[in-house]
């Protein structure tokens, strides 16, 4: 079964600047997502940016980007620029594709705070 | 805009008394989630349909099921609520295919236990 692991359960950073959440995962599969949701206080979860495995690129999704290191089975994202409305929990999660549509496993999740 | 509704957002009931959450959603997605989220927890997936086709989580307790009389509509019965069943529920949707790999969730509906 894949695991998902944040290290990090809270985090802070002062507006502006640039901070970087950690995630770590265990499988045994060569195929597969990896995801960063995040989670507003009382708001629904969306998606933030998602990487491929199969892609060595990094994915980049305007101040979003991340730093996938698939040997390493590593997975952080990094906030450029950070905004207060960037203040959410933050999910790391694994996709597994079955025939009988997505499997997402979360990590335990980071609790971001935007200091102005 | 299409979405994934979630009604009510708040509900509340009492120890053992049966509750229905609802979703719905307009993306025409064929997958629908529910998952269950306590406090400062990651979401724990319940159950899923793939259609009409139940996926039940083999962790998932007796107390929990779920219809999905449409594409439109699912629900989450909880048969008996105990205490430790206050949570929130979130209640997602996708395609299947690896092209369309992302969930859409809805807002949750919180669910107090009394």
């Known amino acids: 079964a894949q695991t998902v692991t944040q290290s990090q359960p809270e985090m802070s950073v002062q507006e502006a600047e640039t901070v970087t959440l950690s995630c770590t995962y265990d499988?045994?599969?060569?195929?597969?997502?990896l995801f960063w949701y995040k989670q507003p206080p009382s708001r629904q979860m969306i998606l933030v940016i998602r990487?491929?495995?199969?892609?060595?690129q990094n994915a980049t999704e305007n101040r979003f980007s991340v730093n996938f290191q698939k040997a390493a089975k590593s997975f952080s994202l990094k906030i450029s620029d950070s905004q207060l409305g960037d203040a959410a929990m933050y999910f790391c999660?694994?996709?597994?594709?079955?025939?009988?549509?997505?499997?997402?496993?979360f990590g335990e999740g980071t609790q971001l705070t935007v200091n102005p | 805009d299409a979405m994934v509704i979630q009604n009510p957002r708040y509900q509340v009931t009492q120890f053992g008394k049966p509750v229905t959450l609802s979703c719905s959603q307009t993306?025409?997605?064929?997958?629908m989630y529910w998952y269950q989220q306590k406090s400062s927890q990651a979401p724990k997936l319940l159950f899923h349909?793939?259609?009409?086709?139940?996926?039940n989580e083999a962790d998932t307790p007796d107390n929990f099921q779920s219809r999905r009389p449409n594409t439109s509509f699912c629900f989450l019965d909880i048969r008996s609520p105990g205490l430790g069943d206050a949570a929130m529920y979130l209640c997602?949707?996708?395609?299947?295919?690896?092209?369309?790999?992302?969930?859409?969730f809805g807002p949750g509906t919180r669910l107090t236990v009394l």
């Open positions: 997602a949707t996708s395609r299947v295919g690896r092209a369309y790999n992302e969930q859409f």
């Open positions: 499988t045994s599969e060569s195929d597969y997502y």
């Open positions: 990487q491929e495995a199969y892609k060595q």
């Open positions: 999660a694994y996709r597994r594709e079955e025939t009988s549509g997505s499997r997402l496993t």
């Open positions: 993306l025409n997605h064929n997958v």
């Open positions: 349909y793939y259609d009409k086709d139940f996926n």
